[in-house]
């Protein structure tokens, strides 16, 4: 069974950082691209930035320079560093690979 499980998310100040996780279970991740979506409260869900099968990023210009997507493909997991976070910021961000979501993680950012 596929499975995809964020985690690393919290509330953190404005100008602090973040790791998040994506997890995958049941895949080879390293044959797959791997999206970070968030979804922001009353927002449509939006793409954050996407790391392909190559490691090859590309990122939402909303968050191009603050945010960096990596991948450890030994671990079946994909990374997203979240650096000089905004309040705009705040969402629950989903990974997605294959067609499969995660849950998703919340990230809150406030003084």
């Known amino acids: 069974q596929v499975q995809l499980v964020e985690s690393g998310g919290g509330l953190v100040q404005p100008g602090g950082s973040l790791r998040l996780s994506c997890a995958a279970s049941?895949?080879?991740?390293?044959?797959?691209?791997v999206g970070w979506h968030r979804q922001a409260p009353g927002k449509e869900r939006e793409l954050v930035g996407i790391?392909?099968?190559?490691?090859?990023?590309n990122y939402a210009d909303s968050v191009k320079g603050r945010f960096t997507i990596s991948r450890d493909n030994a671990k079946n997991t994909v990374y997203l560093q979240l650096n000089s976070l905004k309040p705009d910021d705040t969402a629950v961000y989903y990974c997605?690979?294959?067609?499969?979501w995660g849950q998703g993680t919340q990230v809150i950012v406030s003084s």
């Open positions: 790391i392909t099968r190559l490691g090859i990023t």
């Open positions: 049941g895949m080879i991740f390293s044959s797959y691209g």
């Open positions: 997605n690979a294959d067609g499969k």
